[in-house]
DNA sequence: GCAAGGTC
């Protein structure tokens, strides 16, 4: 009798082979795939690990030029399923043909049960073996004995369930980003590609909504009035009860009424401890929002350290919905390790507790533990093993993450103080941190003190100023990556895996950056999301994802046949694909016109700026009557400036002039043109604009001496016109630099061409000079 | 060349 398992995954197969063979088994290979036998009780089992989906479903190839198919026929073809990992199938086909049984043991999801059917349609061409379904939610050997003892048929409707969202995803995706690229192409210049999808829009539609939210706001005046009291020589701020008060006359009131106290008294006292809990344990999403927040790295980067700490055995599988440490999990191995480090004093007291208690959350994706370190490693082995730049970082963090998990909140001493100035209600708190707590290995987030001088009920306090300070009301911040990780979990966009690609997605098709933490909306992505949202606003809204998701649980609930849903799902889709067509010009020209933009903007060459009149981009645009500078928005914007007839061209990126023109323009090296205004040196703000380069005193006089450069050569003068001069080299790219170590002068750095750049000082008395006289 | 989902 022989037995054949496939897994999820490598990981998954060696771990179950462990277990049923109760370590005694024999690593093989297939092709270079392993594979994991042993006997047992007469039977012969081999088990191998897929590496997800091995399978994956395009359009047939005469659909695959974009050119050749209106994208809307895609939305009436049944895309064909292919195996996209060769060895894999062949491996399949060859064990399955020699077995007697099949068991899928893949993840016990909706995906896991569609790769293991993938594996079960390879084998039934060589095997007429019986195929059963393994189904535990954990690799702990309880878990696995007890499935492998009760084998159930498998669920077929749950496979099915990820065949329709995959059908469904690549209709929607492919005819809408073709539908997208192709109408866009017909008016922009361009290679890019504008996708839409189940997952990325809606992501992209967060942001768009946030920045919607920026755009539209307005600010609002609001005044508050605060103290700022004294007593025993320590000042301490307090605010006014009434807070931000809108009506400007309702402040005044109150302000006049006391800004002439002096004194004020403590009428109320209350103290309080407060204690703040450690995290819950580190599941995936979890995770990368804290990489993302504490250590500022992307989420995609932050998923690519944790997989390579896990395959180098550092941490724990990263993809997890799990926050919660199941009862037997075993503590005190891994804190053993710790404790000798710099964590030996928690760990310590962690391990001294009769019990190990950890602060669990409430999800259990019964898949995987938390994200946690498997054993203590130093800096340099973290390092040596995983060559990314952020391993330490990462690997540290989810060390500290799981020490503070275990330790006892922190506590804050908190008071509050009512300070009354004749019958005016002031509010002061102080906050002191008392025991650190599991802070004590958590520097990510800094509580500050607040202190309060001592003070008790009754006590008279000194005003030392008084204040009634206009402020307007701020816009909201935009999206940083953690918060954007939020909404989309919160939302069901994408799975703990796929979130950071969908981000990406967005960035590289230019729909959205980040900058620092934050992530800023691009033309593209605006105007993409602002169209989108007039012609088909469930596409930028989660609803897209929310009604296909909707669809497939009636497959799984098999309250749905797998062929009627994928024809409600097209139906849906071809809906929005027609009140897309129907807006297609509306949206197109704008989009296009942003393409445009953004490559005249990446044009460094040509790129001037924004244009004043209406907004859009100015470049220098050659003829072969000659040269100037017009809008991007011709002919609806007619905004354009005339050039210098000769000389070369530089656009200078850090001056912008003074007075009304829009940039200034290097010419040749003669000269500089302002643009919209004409040449620098008509104009009486030159000097002060383009001060001569000074380099240093001058040694015959009180002067100081500058560069001038002409067209054929450049040499020092003196600004007092008293006629020292002194050569340049008349090679290389000359800069000014900082000043020298032993004179007076700043040193120039000189870049020949293909030759390495020089540095150094050209005072002709400096001491420099004599050791370094190259 | 297009989506999203696994895994490496």
């Not at 002060?688 to 040499?715: A, L, N, Q, W």
């Not at 340049?728 to 790219?733: T, V």
């Amino acid at each position: 009798m022989s037995i054949v398992v496939f897994t999820e995954k490598n990981k998954a197969a060696a771990q179950i082979a462990g277990i049923l063979s109760e370590g005694g088994f024999n690593r093989a290979s297939i092709d270079g795939i392993p594979v994991y036998d042993f006997k047992k009780n007469g039977k012969e089992w081999r088990i191998m690990g897929l590496s997800g989906h091995i399978m994956g479903y395009d359009f047939p190839p005469e659909y695959s030029n974009w050119r050749e198919c209106d994208p809307a026929v895609l939305l009436d073809t049944d895309p064909v399923k292919n195996v996209l990992k060769k060895p894999y199938a062949t491996a399949i086909s060859r064990l399955a043909g020699q077995a007697d049984e099949l068991i899928l043991a893949c993840d016990f999801d909706r995906e896991g049960e569609n790769i293991g059917f993938e594996a079960k349609s390879i084998a039934e061409k060589s095997s007429r073996a019986p195929v059963k379904r393994a189904r535990f939610s954990s690799l702990s050997a309880s878990e696995i004995k007890k499935a492998f003892g009760n084998l159930v048929e498998p669920n077929e409707n749950l496979a099915m369930s990820a065949e329709a969202r995959q059908i469904l995803d690549l209709k929607m995706g492919a005819a809408f980003t073709r539908f997208m690229t192709l109408s866009v192409r017909e008016h922009a210049r361009t290679k890019g590609i504008i996708s839409i999808g189940p997952c990325q829009t809606p992501t992209c539609g967060f942001v768009y909504e946030r920045e919607r939210l920026i755009r539209d706001f307005k600010a609002k005046d609001f005044w508050k009035i605060e103290g700022i009291f004294s007593h025993s020589a320590k000042d301490f701020k307090g605010t006014h009860r009434a807070g931000n008060i809108t009506e400007k006359a309702k402040a005044d009131e109150i302000f006049k009424r006391i800004k002439d106290c002096k004194k004020g008294t403590v009428a109320k006292k209350r103290e309080k401890e407060s204690a703040v809990n450690p995290p819950y344990p580190l599941n995936t999403t979890e995770f990368l929002k804290r990489a993302s927040k504490y250590l500022g790295i992307s989420p995609e980067t932050a998923l690519e350290v944790a997989e390579q700490l896990y395959l180098a055995g550092f941490t724990s599988y990263p993809r997890t919905e799990t926050n919660k440490y199941a009862d037997d999990f075993d503590f005190k191995t891994i804190l053993v390790g710790f404790s000798s480090g710099e964590f030996r004093e928690q760990v310590m007291d962690i391990l001294s507790r009769s019990q190990i208690k950890s602060r669990n959350g409430t999800k259990d994706g019964h898949d995987h533990p938390p994200i946690y370190p498997i054993r203590a490693a130093g800096r340099q082995e973290i390092e040596k093993s995983v060559r990314m730049p952020d391993a330490w970082k990462v690997y540290d963090l989810i060390v500290r993450h799981f020490i503070a998990n275990l330790m006892p909140p922190a506590i804050f001493d908190k008071t509050r103080l009512e300070v009354h100035v004749r019958g005016e209600i002031f509010d002061a708190t102080g906050s002191i941190l008392k025991d650190a707590g599991w802070l004590a290995v958590y520097p990510f987030e800094n509580k500050n003190d607040k202190l309060l001088p001592n003070l008790e009920l009754n006590d008279e306090v000194d005003v030392k100023k008084l204040s009634n300070t206009r402020s307007k009301t701020s816009p909201p911040k935009r999206l940083t990556e953690a918060e954007l990780l939020t909404l989309m979990d919160k939302n069901g966009i994408g799975t703990k895996a796929t979130a950071p690609s969908h981000i990406e997605t967005n960035k590289k098709r230019g729909y959205f950056e980040t900058k620092g933490k934050t992530i800023a909306i691009l033309d593209t992505g605006f105007t993409l999301m602002e169209s989108l949202d007039s012609s088909v606003p469930i596409l930028v809204k989660p609803d897209i994802r929310a009604r296909i998701e909707a669809l497939i649980q009636d497959v799984e609930d098999g309250k749905k046949s797998f062929d009627s849903t994928l024809e409600e799902g097209s139906h849906l889709i071809r809906e929005m694909y027609s009140q897309l067509r129907s807006g297609k010009e509306q949206i197109v020209t704008k989009l296009a016109g942003t393409i445009t933009d953004e490559s005249i903007a990446a044009d460094k060459k040509n790129f001037v700026g924004e244009c004043p009149e209406c907004g859009r981009m100015l470049r220098i645009v050659r003829t072969d009557k000659g040269r100037f500078v017009g809008c991007s928005g011709y002919p609806s914007c007619k905004n354009t400036y005339p050039l210098p007839k000769k000389g070369a061209l530089n656009v200078l990126r850090s001056k912008q002039c003074e007075k009304e023109g829009v940039a200034v323009i290097k010419v040749g090296n003669k000269y500089h043109w302002s643009v919209g205004m004409g040449p620098c040196f008509t104009c009486d703000s030159e000097k002060k604009c383009f001060p001569p380069e000074v380099i240093g005193t001058c040694p015959k006089c009180d002067g100081s001496m500058f560069i001038i450069t002409t067209k054929d050569t450049r040499f020092l003068a003196c600004t007092e016109r008293c006629g020292y001069t002194q050569s340049l080299p008349k090679e290389g790219r000359l800069t000014v630099k900082g000043k020298c170590k032993h004179c007076d002068w700043k040193q120039i750095r000189v870049k020949p061409k293909e030759k390495d750049a020089n540095e150094f000082c050209i005072n002709l008395r400096c001491s420099s000079r004599k050791s370094n006289s190259g």
